[in-house]
């Protein structure tokens, strides 16, 4: 028996279309496993990312530093973790961007969750 997903409201699913979309940002974000290729990025963005070729969606995302906006061009989470640590922004941070909350309401929800 095959069941079929229904996307959650307002939730960019990544599959094989966000996946092809998406690469060249996936790729860039990888690359900043090295802390070279993150100095670069640091030094002139703009020139990185063009140099792995990223679109105009992706660059507008990558210059508001918004995790949704990321996702909807194609990134993948696990990669834009590596972006975000960057600007040393750890998982929390990430959490409360793509809910919309500060980091310490973010925080809250998930110790009264934890209860």
């Keep these: 028996m095959t069941t079929t997903r ?4 307002g939730t960019t699913l990544f599959d ?13 974000c990888m690359s900043f496993n090295d802390a070279a290729n993150r100095a670069e990025f640091a030094a002139d963005e703009d020139a990185y990312c063009a140099r792995y070729g990223l679109s105009t969606q992706q660059r507008e995302a990558v210059r508001h530093r918004n995790v949704l906006e990321l996702i909807a061009a194609g990134g993948n989470i696990y990669y834009l ?4 640590g960057i600007f040393g922004l750890d998982v929390q941070d990430i959490g409360a961007q793509q809910t919309g909350v500060s980091k310490e309401e973010f925080k809250a929800r998930l110790v009264a969750e934890g209860r």
């Design 81 to 84: 973790a590596k972006f975000a």
């Design 16 to 28: 094989g279309d966000q996946a092809r979309k998406g690469y060249a940002l996936n790729k860039m």
């Design 6 to 9: 229904q996307p959650v409201p």
